[in-house]
């Protein structure tokens, strides 16, 4: 059964800092990963989604990773804003069980200060 | 509107009622989901739906009914609403026309459930 895993599940940084979000997952059969931001008391936005044939996606301050054989992500979030504070999800649709469902992490939630 | 919407945002209800959440996309996307989002166990999908006239179960399918007669609605029916279906529940839909947005989930606002 496919598990995906965040590490940190919370993290605080001063407002400037590069910093890295991971997600590991069990099963290397996998369509595409996708990450996702999620506001308190919101729904969740799509950030960027890393199809299982690409290696990685950007849009702007964001950049995210994928190496399918070792089963990790990572989230790269450049100089970041206080506005970037939020829940970073990331999910995976996994080859067994139906097309385009996803199967999420706990998440890690960022706190960035001024 | 455009996008995705739900309703109600909020709702209390009590045991052994029936209860439905609606879900509206205006993309004309294919595949639409209902995930639940709980403390604990994060968001787990309940149903999908690859088209109209088309659902599956997924994760957590018990208690739970959909039906998607139209392109742009999935309703999420709880036949007799139990305590531990206390929850925030989101819709979402994926489907779009490039290899990449086909892939790509959006997310409504999400619906607040409280079963007395």
């Known amino acids: 059964k496919q598990e995906v895993t965040q590490i940190p599940a919370a993290l605080s940084v001063p407002e400037g800092e590069n910093l890295v979000l991971n997600c590991s997952f069990t099963d290397s059969a996998i369509y595409n990963l996708q990450w996702f931001r999620q506001d308190p008391g919101k729904g969740l936005t799509s950030l960027l989604l890393?199809?299982?044939?690409?290696r990685e996606q950007t849009s702007g301050r964001l950049n995210a990773s994928l190496d399918k054989s070792s089963g990790r992500s990572t989230l790269y979030i450049a100089a970041s804003q206080p506005g970037d504070s939020a829940t970073y999800l990331c999910a995976v649709s996994p080859f067994s069980g139906g097309y385009n469902k996803l199967i999420f992490g706990a998440g890690t939630r960022l706190a960035v200060h001024p | 509107d455009a996008g995705i919407t739900q309703s109600p945002r909020y709702k209390i209800t009590e045991t052994g009622r029936q209860v439905t959440l609606m879900c509206h996309q205006t993309?004309?996307?294919?595949?639409m989901f209902w995930y639940r989002q709980d403390l604990g166990h994060g968001l787990r999908l309940i149903y999908y739906?690859?088209?109209?006239?088309?659902?599956d179960k997924g994760e957590v399918p018990d208690g739970y009914v959909v039906s998607r007669s139209k392109t742009e609605n999935f309703p999420l029916t709880l036949e007799s609403a139990t305590r531990s279906q206390t929850s925030v529940y989101f819709c979402a839909s994926s489907g779009g026309v490039t290899p990449y947005s086909y892939n790509e989930q959006f997310f409504g606002p999400g619906t607040r459930l409280t079963v007395l």
């Open positions: 890393i199809q299982s044939s690409q």
């Open positions: 993309w004309s996307h294919s595949y």
């Open positions: 739906s690859a088209a109209a006239d088309i659902t």
